[in-house]
């Protein structure tokens, strides 16, 4: 079965720019569906960050849309985050999943890295 | 956006059942069948339990079972176990801009 694992530095200073990559093993990124990033900050919910289709097709939070750059690379099978001008509101989380085509589902779900945002 | 609107907590004994609820607006919840709830134990992923508001994934239990009407999604627990206990997240799909929201979750606790 699909397996999703986030890797990235786990700090980041800030006003500088947050990067992760989520590498799928199991299924290709180009087999139909969404592919996409969720954080969660330390004993908070959920907030989505974006998805991506392999074709580029993107959908953004708009509250993150001006700092956020959701990208896939086909021939490496794994697709990035990246975040820009980050501030202590960013550390969090951060998941990498696989969705539906109309958003409707988040599956599977990354182990998800913890990104501190700290000078 | 405001998320969706979870109670903070819920709570039952082994055997029970309870019904956690989601409230949202006709632009999200009301608008679209597109509700999903993901459970989240503590210091692990979360997990797919419910989509399409009422369809459950291969390998989730029976136990576990969506609705909805109206603006309001609920998930319901029957039989409740121990290894419930978690927290437990709405999400639904959303008009405009917003696309996706997600409540602000519930502990439950057995």
């Known amino acids: 079965q699909v397996q999703l694992q986030e890797s990235g530095p786990g700090r980041v200073k800030p006003s500088e720019t947050l990067s992760l990559i989520c590498t799928a093993s199991?299924?290709?990124?180009?087999?139909?569906?969404?592919w996409g990033w969720i954080r969660q900050p330390p004993g908070k919910g959920l907030e989505w960050i974006g998805s991506i289709f392999h074709t580029g097709s993107v959908y953004y939070n708009a509250s993150l849309k001006s700092r956020v750059t959701i990208s896939v690379d086909t021939s490496k099978n794994h697709f990035s985050l990246r975040l820009t001008s980050v501030t202590a509101a960013d550390t969090a989380v951060y998941y990498c999943?696989?969705?539906?085509?109309?958003?409707?589902?988040?599956?599977?779900w990354g182990q998800g890295t913890l990104v501190t945002i700290s000078s | 956006q405001s998320a969706l609107t979870q109670p903070a907590s819920v709570s039952g004994s082994p055997g029970q059942s309870i019904t956690i609820s989601c409230t949202g607006t006709s632009s999200d919840i009301g608008g679209y069948n597109y509700v999903s709830w993901y459970q989240q134990h503590s210091g692990k992923a979360p997990k797919l339990m419910i989509y399409d508001v009422t369809k459950r994934p291969s390998g989730v239990s029976n136990r576990f079972s969506g609705s909805k009407s109206g603006n309001t999604a609920s998930l319901t627990i029957s039989g409740l176990q121990a290894e419930d206990e978690a927290d437990y997240f709405c999400c639904s799909y959303a008009d405009g801009t917003t696309h996706v929201m997600f409540g602000g979750g519930t502990k439950l606790t057995v």
């Open positions: 199991g299924d290709s990124i180009t087999n139909g569906h969404y």
């Open positions: 999943v696989r969705g539906g085509n109309y958003l409707n589902w988040f599956d599977p």
